[in-house]
T-cell receptor, first 113, second 114 residues
Framework: KQEVTQIPAALSVPEGENLVLNCSFTDSAIYNLQWFRQDPGKGLTSLLLIQSSQREQTSGRLNASLDKSSGRSTLYIAASQPGDSATYLCAVRSDTGRRALTFGSGTRLQVQP | DAGVTQSPTHLIKTRGQHVTLRCSPISGHKSVSWYQQVLGQGPQFIFQYYEKEERGRGNFPDRFSARQFPNYSSELNVNALLLGDSALYLC?????????????FGSGTQLSVL
């Protein structure tokens, strides 16, 4: 059974810092990995999707890497802003079974102005 | 273009009641999935539908059921509500159920069971 863990559970940083969010998964037989942002009580906004054959994806100040063999992904946020405050969720789509997304519990980020 | 729309946005029910949640996918998307998110946790997969057929089911009791209509919209039904069913219910759509497809999520329905 696939399990996804995100560390840290919560993070508070001053504005302007570069930061890294971590995601690990137990079964390396994945099809892809997706990072989402969730604001309180709201739905999920897709940030980056990395296929299993890719090593990284970039969008603006965001960069996500994937090391499938070690079961790890990182989301790098450059020059953080107060508007980045949200919960960041990592989800993997397994290459076997029903191929639904398996989510981690998220990292709650607070960027202080 | 409209994104994934869900209704209602909030709902309060009592134990034992029945609830129906609705979802309209992005125009052109034929696959709809349902997820349950309990406070403080990541979403958990409930169902996936494509072309009106169930393509996947998560580890949820038979009290949970769903269907997809010819216009690709979907309903999630939950019978005999329990306190533990209180959660944010999220609907996601994609062009097809292929594993490479990116999912687009709605804003969810917040269900409170008293």
């Amino acid at each position: 059974k696939q399990e996804v863990t995100q560390i840290p559970a919560a993070l508070s940083v001053p504005e302007g810092e570069n930061l890294v969010l971590n995601c690990s998964f137990t079964d390396s037989a994945i099809y892809n990995l997706q990072w989402f942002r969730q604001d309180p009580g709201k739905g999920l906004t897709s940030l980056l999707l990395i296929q299993s054959s890719q090593r990284e994806q970039t969008s603006g100040r965001l960069n996500a890497s994937l090391d499938k063999s070690s079961g790890r992904s990182t989301l790098y946020i450059a020059a953080s802003q107060p508007g980045d405050s949200a919960t960041y969720l990592c989800a993997v789509r397994s290459d076997t079974g029903r191929r639904a997304l398996t989510f981690g519990s998220g990292t709650r980020l607070q960027v202080q102005p | 273009d409209a994104g994934v729309t869900q209704s209602p946005t909030h709902l309060i029910k009592t134990r034992g009641q029945h609830v129906t949640l609705r979802c309209s996918p992005i125009s052109g998307h034929k696959s709809v999935s349902w997820y349950q998110q309990v406070l403080g946790q990541g979403p958990q997969f409930i169902f996936q539908y494509y072309e009106k057929e169930e393509r996947g089911r998560g580890n949820f009791p038979d009290r949970f059921s769903a269907r997809q209509f010819p216009n690709y919209s979907s309903e999630l039904n939950v019978n005999a509500l329990l306190l533990g069913d209180s959660a944010l219910y999220l609907c996601a759509s994609s062009l097809d159920p292929g594993a490479s497809e990116k999912l687009f999520f709605g804003s969810g329905t917040q269900l409170s069971v008293l």
